[in-house]
């Protein structure tokens, strides 16, 4: 398999950050204002980018899939429970994406939305056709584009006009909000093993990918929220309509969009190869992109907020056991094809994320659940051997 090396990482992830529904959740914190909602940002990005780091790192040091690295703690059935759940995640982040690109282009170009899904689905499937490894000068090119297209709407969202005063109405606690900053990187959490094991340099590409990756999903938080402070508009397209950016707008948000669906189904069809060695990934990353093309097209997916705290809730405490088996631990990997132990000590943290969910603590619910789960783990281990069936 041909290698890829850091700064081909620190572009996919680049892509990654440079997204339409991170935008979108950063005008969610406009009601804290902006000096308390860019501390919540940040707050959340260290936390869920932390998390990220060590998921990678597990993946590139031992050059397994995301998915692969979550067997060692687990065994075979429980690592195939989650690649199972770590798809259909994945279909669904497809079918979201779709489906938010395809809304906000219509508000610039109105054709009708299932013609815009079309056109971003099919453009995934090329990048998909093409293959991570080959992208080559297309990923250079399209993120120079978006990036100097992403500083023109910094500058029509930040110096054309003055801070407006927060919008008024019920908004998220300060908690809460950083739990949604931790959201997008823990969402991400279970693929970037996929990426980092192909690098020439893992640990590296996995620091360069992580960093790149917080950075500007940071930048695309400030830019939701600085949009709805400064210029009351909650809608990223009708920011760009108004500020006269046409074409310009809707290649940001084209392939904005392509860039970021193309990580999920391209995980997608690694994570299947998990579950069975007769899946080929290319073919079940096609097939994800066409279902999720057709999902965005049929249902209506406005508020993913649900969506985004079950996937903290099943991936936190996954990842938390991850985390204390390999670093703190040392164990060598679930030789049985369940691990019990771990199993239960992953349900007793999904539980505690739902019970968390009710409290409003000031670093989310993410940070308190991970370290309830690694300690629940840590006893389990030291008081009893891990049985496994």
């Known amino acids: 398999m041909k290698k890829t090396s850091t700064f081909q990482n620190a572009l996919i992830w680049f892509g990654a950050g ?36 060590l998921a990678g790192l597990i993946g590139g040091r031992t050059g397994r899939s995301a998915m ?27 079918a979201i994406m779709i489906y938010d690109g395809a809304l906000a282009i ?20 090329l990048w998909i056709v093409v ?13 120079a584009a978006l990036f100097v297209l992403t500083l023109v709407l910094c500058k029509v969202i930040f110096f054309s006009g003055s801070a407006m005063a927060a919008p008024s109405g019920e908004g998220l606690t300060f908690g809460a909000a950083v739990e949604l900053a931790v959201a997008m990187p823990l969402s991400w959490l279970p693929l970037i093993s996929d990426y980092t094991r192909q690098a020439q340099k893992p640990v590296r590409a996995t620091a360069a990918s992580v960093v790149t990756y917080g950075l500007v999903s940071c930048w695309m938080y400030v830019i ?16 760009m309509v108004k500020a006269g950016l046409g074409i310009a707008a809707l290649i940001i948000l084209v392939f904005s969009t392509v860039t970021t669906t193309f990580l999920d189904a391209w995980s997608a069809g690694i994570s299947a190869e998990s579950l069975s060695a007769k899946l080929n990934g290319k073919k079940t990353a096609i097939a994800v992109t066409v279902i999720g093309t057709a999902a965005a097209i049929l249902f209506p997916m406005d508020d993913i907020t649900g969506f985004l705290y079950l996937i903290g809730s099943v991936f936190a405490p996954m990842i938390a056991i991850q985390i204390t088996d390999f670093f703190l631990l040392k164990r060598g990997g679930a030789s049985g094809k369940l691990d019990v132990c771990n199993a239960v000590v992953w349900v007793l943290g999904f539980v505690l994320y739902r019970v968390l969910m009710t ?4 670093v989310g619910n993410t940070l308190p659940d991970m370290a309830g789960t690694m300690l629940l783990c840590l006893i389990a281990h030291k008081a009893k051997p891990t049985k496994q069936m």
């Open 224 to 239: 939701g929220m600085g949009a709805a402070i400064f210029t009351g508009e909650y809608d990223i397209a009708v920011i």
């Open 359 to 362: 409290v409003d603590i000031p």
């Open 131 to 143: 293959g991570i490894t080959d992208l080559g000068w297309i990923n250079k090119i399209t993120m």
């Open 68 to 94: 692969e690295t979550v067997k060692m703690s687990f065994g075979q059935k429980g690592g195939l429970l989650f690649a199972l759940l770590n798809v259909l995640q994945l279909v669904g982040w497809t």
């Open 106 to 125: 219509g508000g610039i170009f109105d054709v009708g939305r299932w013609v815009w899904c079309l056109v971003i689905g099919a453009l995934i499937l």
């Open 18 to 53: 440079v997204s339409l529904a991170e935008i979108l959740t950063g005008t969610a914190f406009a009601p804290l204002g902006m000096g308390k909602g860019l501390l919540a940002i940040l707050i959340g990005h260290v936390i869920g980018c932390g998390m990220m780091l």
